[in-house]
């Protein structure tokens, strides 16, 4: 994961310098809390009566280069950009860039 900084950024958290630790109070509680993170690849748009007709080996064009950046989605807002990459015998994701979340 990418350092508090980092954090700090995505949720337009504060504090001046990493210093020591002092994690706020009030947001102690959720830092155990589990999140669902999804990694877009790309988006496409196809009518009903065309999907139906989609078969084994059927292939849907995304709207994305292969060397683009896919969108990184925690509990349903985006948070980020990375590369999709393999780890061992998993994909997973790079993180690039950190989307600022305020509000």
Known sequence: MGSQDDIDAMFGGG???GGGGGRAPELSAIYDTEVEVSVVL???TIRV???LKLGRGAIVELDRKIDDLSDIIVSGRKVGSGEVTIVEDKIAVTFREFARING
């Open 15 to 17: 504090g001046g310098g």
């Open 42 to 44: 790309g988006t496409s």
């Open 49 to 51: 009566r065309d999907l």
